[in-house]
């Protein structure tokens, strides 16, 4: 019994250390896919955001998952025209582009829990998202409040509009972390990725 425990304990020493390494690299791609495509930081989001308290803890399923905030990050990011207060004053052009890791596509946030896919069968992947704002909503304009929030992700490679969020539209396609070994693969997925998504609206992305 005690040697099945110290190899148990074994392996979480391991994935922790693996996690670290894997989160680390998430973060670098992260701020490369940002640079390339112009953006600035605005906004993050998570599947669970770790509580400060610990009380209380041990009659939550969800315990575990509430430390585990990188098993689905978002990072959104914006490319103004230099107009002051950009992520409330939206101009024709301004994009907001969306990070999403899905590090196990198992795992459904919406729910916050895992699906009965195992981790042999499910993928990581990286969803990249991008709203145009064709046409200013009324001011204040908040991105992610007044648009990100209310806007519902379309199916991969597909363009969306919702009648809540009149004058901004929404790409969405999500890209193996897989294919992503090195800068070259990279570069080529996300120019793959910014070309598909220029087609699809018609507009620029360059």
Same mark, same amino acid.
């Given at each position: 019994m005690?040697? =099945?425990?110290n *190899?148990a304990l074994?392996? %979480?020493? /391991? *994935?922790? #250390?693996?996690?670290?390494?894997y989160? @680390?690299r998430?973060?670098?791609?992260?701020?490369?896919? /940002?640079?390339?495509?112009?953006?600035v930081s605005?906004?993050?989001d998570y599947?669970?955001?770790?509580?400060?308290?610990l /009380?209380?803890?041990?009659?939550?399923?969800s315990?575990?998952?509430?430390f585990?905030?990188?098993?689905?990050i978002?990072?959104?990011?914006l490319?103004?025209?230099n107009?002051?207060?950009?992520? =409330?004053?939206?101009l024709?052009?301004d994009?907001?582009?969306?990070?999403?890791?899905?590090?196990d596509?198992?795992?459904? @946030?919406y729910?916050?829990i895992?699906?009965?896919?195992? *981790?042999?069968?499910?993928?990581? $992947?990286?969803?990249l998202s991008?709203? $145009?704002?064709d046409?200013?909503n009324d001011k204040?304009g908040?991105w992610?409040? @007044?648009v990100?929030?209310p806007l519902p992700y379309?199916?991969?490679?597909?363009?969306?509009?919702?009648e809540s969020?009149p004058?901004? #539209? %929404?790409?969405?396609?999500?890209?193996?972390?897989?294919?992503?070994? =090195?800068?070259?693969?990279? =570069? *080529?997925?996300?120019e @793959?990725w /910014?070309?598909?998504?220029a087609t699809?609206?018609s %507009?620029?992305? $360059?």
């Open positions: 005690n040697q =099945d425990l *190899a074994l392996d %979480v020493r /391991r *994935a922790y #250390r693996l996690l670290a390494d989160q @680390k998430q973060f670098d791609l992260l701020s490369y896919v /940002r640079n390339k495509l112009e953006a605005y906004y993050q599947a669970f955001s770790r509580q400060g308290d /009380r209380g803890l041990e009659n939550q399923a315990a575990g998952l509430r585990l905030p990188f098993l689905d978002s990072a959104i990011w490319r103004h025209q107009q002051d207060e950009f992520w =409330d004053n939206h024709p052009g994009l907001m582009f969306g990070a999403w890791v899905r590090s596509t198992g795992f459904d @946030k729910q916050g895992y699906t009965k896919e195992t *981790a042999d069968v499910s993928k990581s $992947i990286l969803v991008v709203v $145009i704002c046409k200013p204040p908040n992610y409040n @007044k990100w929030n379309p199916e991969d490679g597909e363009v969306g509009t919702t969020v004058g901004y #539209r %929404v790409y969405s396609n999500s890209i193996d972390l897989a294919e992503l070994a =090195d800068q070259l693969s990279v =570069d *080529a997925a996300i @793959k /910014r070309k598909d998504a699809a609206l %507009v620029s992305l $360059i």
